[in-house]
């Protein structure tokens, strides 16, 4: 059998369970999958392979999981980079609210495609996101060659889209996209928080995910002060009081943020087999104050619970880099506690293999060994930055980034080579977006411009924000929060 593809010489990281480094090591990939890891012999550049890559002075390892993201709004990227908490959140959920109800659609597309390129290029191959109308990034994202986990997010508490047709949606979605693409495209689903759902939604989503037994359930947990406080609200203990009386606590759960997480919140996620999605950045860049707890990674990972790493919202902090999640994990960590919170080669894992199995593909990828799928990025490590190159998983964890990759391969197709994308018209999409952005602004009252972005008045925006589910939200929050001081 002739293998596809060879890469020889390089320096391997295969993120396997022994963190097996090599310093001269081979990957022969045939059929999509992995079939050796080895140290390289000196007949490797000549070995029988459709494709053979010269591995010297290149960094081979797994392709990066961003395990928790939202695309849509990828072109208004520097839209919300200098406003204040209250500025960025109220002109998103009118954003929000909007696509919610069908507009945008224009604008979201090329969102899809212009994540899909840089995710791409920057050594991302696997996104788990969450959105409002997820179809254009299933399509996307498979024609790219990319592997993704898509869902509608699902809320009864922050737009006005009635619940039936938000689940009728969503199992419309599922039907169609699931498991296509040759497999790289998951359908999942998503309740969108633990702040915006009553109880009846999240009993919903759970005769939902009874109907799909095999789908991945996404959520934002323990995000925000008001989690707990909806919980109670809902006739629960706590949020996670609330998705165990559901049935929702499981090895199916994936958990975005779970910042507010305490020592019993970290043994039931263990003890269900759950798993949490960290993403240090957004928090970081819109910190609500100086004492707010922060994710406890460390115990999590301790308690034997996988954590992958996500950029989230990427246009809120400006960065689609996914490997400065890693630096931005240990630098906050480290300063909210101490030194030392994480060693390097924690953070490598965290962003391929840990990513992988908290999207329940860690057999299939996350790690380079025989027998899994071929998603493998190069890194041109020939460079100052990298010099003298000690210690691999300190420099992919502090200094690796998104323009250092050179290749990339998915399921054993080469969609990068030299830099170049393969899959994707880069510079039509560069244009779909400009022209987006400019339709967005000519039919908003925003103003983005190279200076900097100019939000809609406040009456203009609070026109546009969704009425009857907040003002449910809010009413619901206070009136827990007045029984809260005052049981009666």
């Known amino acids: 059998m002739t293998t596809?593809?060879?890469?020889?010489?390089?320096?391997?990281?295969?993120?396997?369970?022994?963190?097996?480094?090599?310093?001269?090591?081979?990957?022969?990939i045939e059929d999509g999958r992995i079939t050796?890891?080895?140290?390289?012999?000196?007949?490797?550049?000549?070995?029988?392979?459709?494709?053979?890559?010269?591995?010297?002075?290149?960094?081979?390892?797994?392709?990066?999981v961003n395990a928790h993201t939202h695309l849509e709004l990828t072109?208004?990227?520097?839209?919300?980079?200098?406003?204040?908490?209250?500025?960025?959140?109220?002109?998103?959920?009118?954003?929000?609210?909007?696509?919610?109800?069908?507009?945008?659609?224009?604008?979201?597309?090329?969102?899809?495609?212009?994540?899909?390129?840089?995710?791409?290029?920057?050594?991302?191959?696997?996104?788990?996101?969450?959105?409002?109308?997820?179809?254009?990034g299933a399509e996307t994202f498979g024609a790219a060659g990319l592997r993704g986990f898509f869902g509608m997010a699902l809320s009864d508490l922050f737009w006005d889209v009635p619940v039936d047709e938000q689940f009728e949606r969503a199992r419309e979605f599922i039907d169609e996209y699931h498991d296509t693409y040759d497999g790289r495209i998951h359908a999942t689903i998503c309740p969108h928080d633990?702040?915006?759902?009553?109880?009846?939604?999240?009993?919903?989503?759970?005769?939902?995910?009874?109907?799909?037994?095999?789908?991945?359930?996404?959520?934002?947990?323990?995000?925000?002060?008001?989690?707990?406080?909806?919980?109670?609200?809902?006739?629960a203990e706590d949020s996670l009081g609330l998705l165990n009386d559901v049935g929702l606590l499981d090895d199916r759960l994936v958990a975005a943020?779970?910042?507010?997480?305490?020592?019993?919140?970290?043994?039931?996620?263990?003890?269900?087999d759950a798993w949490v999605a960290h993403?240090?950045?957004?928090?970081c860049y819109w910190n609500t104050g100086d004492d707010v707890q922060w994710t406890p990674v460390p115990e999590l990972r301790s308690a034997g619970v996988d954590v992958g790493l996500g950029v989230d919202d990427h246009y809120w902090h400006d960065s689609y880099n996914?490997?400065?999640?890693?630096?931005?994990?240990?630098?906050?960590?480290?300063?909210?506690?101490?030194?030392?919170?994480?060693?390097?080669?924690?953070?490598?894992?965290?962003?391929?293999?840990?990513?992988?199995?908290?999207?329940?593909?860690?057999d299939e990828i996350g790690s380079l060994e025989p027998g899994k799928q071929a998603d493998v990025i190069l890194l041109d490590v020939d460079s100052p930055k990298f010099t003298p190159l000690t210690n691999i998983p300190a420099q992919v964890a502090n200094n690796a980034a998104p323009a250092d990759v050179e290749a990339v391969i998915v399921?054993?197709?080469?969609?990068?080579?030299?830099?170049?994308?393969?899959?994707?018209?880069?510079?039509?999409?560069?244009?779909?977006?400009?022209?987006?952005?400019?339709r967005f602004t000519s039919e908003t009252d925003w103003e983005l411009g190279i200076g900097g972005s100019e939000p809609p008045k406040k009456m203009a925006v609070a026109r546009d924000l969704p009425k009857r589910g907040p003002a449910q939200l809010l009413g619901r929050l206070a009136f827990q929060s007045v029984r809260d001081r005052f049981p009666f």
Request: with cysteine.
């Open 279 to 283: 993403c240090p950045s957004i928090f």
């Open 4 to 28: 596809d593809i060879a890469i020889h010489d390089a320096y391997v990281l295969t993120v396997d369970d022994r963190n097996r480094l090599y310093d001269r090591g081979t990957v022969l």
């Open 411 to 438: 399921d054993g197709d080469v969609l990068m080579e030299e830099g170049e994308v393969g899959t994707m018209d880069v510079n039509a999409v560069r244009e779909r977006a400009e022209w987006a952005v400019e």
């Open 36 to 64: 050796e890891v080895r140290p390289s012999r000196d007949g490797d550049p000549d070995i029988a392979a459709g494709r053979v890559i010269d591995g010297e002075k290149k960094l081979v390892m797994p392709g990066l």
């Open 75 to 136: 072109p208004l990227i520097g839209a919300f980079s200098d406003l204040d908490l209250v500025e960025m959140t109220s002109g998103m959920t009118a954003i929000f609210g909007n696509i919610a109800e069908g507009e945008y659609d224009y604008l979201t597309k090329v969102g899809y495609e212009l994540a899909a390129l840089n995710f791409l290029a920057g050594g991302v191959t696997t996104v788990n996101s969450m959105d409002v109308r997820p179809s254009a």
């Open 257 to 272: 943020h779970f910042r507010l997480a305490d020592d019993e919140d970290i043994q039931r996620t263990a003890d269900a």
């Open 194 to 235: 633990d702040w915006s759902c009553t109880r009846n939604l999240w009993e919903r989503t759970a005769r939902l995910a009874a109907e799909y037994p095999d789908l991945l359930v996404h959520t934002h947990l323990l995000e925000l002060e008001a989690s707990n406080t909806m919980a109670r609200s809902n006739g």
């Open 322 to 362: 996914l490997f400065g999640e890693a630096r931005q994990a240990r630098l906050a960590a480290n300063l909210k506690r101490s030194a030392g919170q994480y060693h390097s080669m924690e953070l490598v894992r965290m962003l391929t293999i840990e990513g992988a199995q908290a999207l329940g593909v860690g």
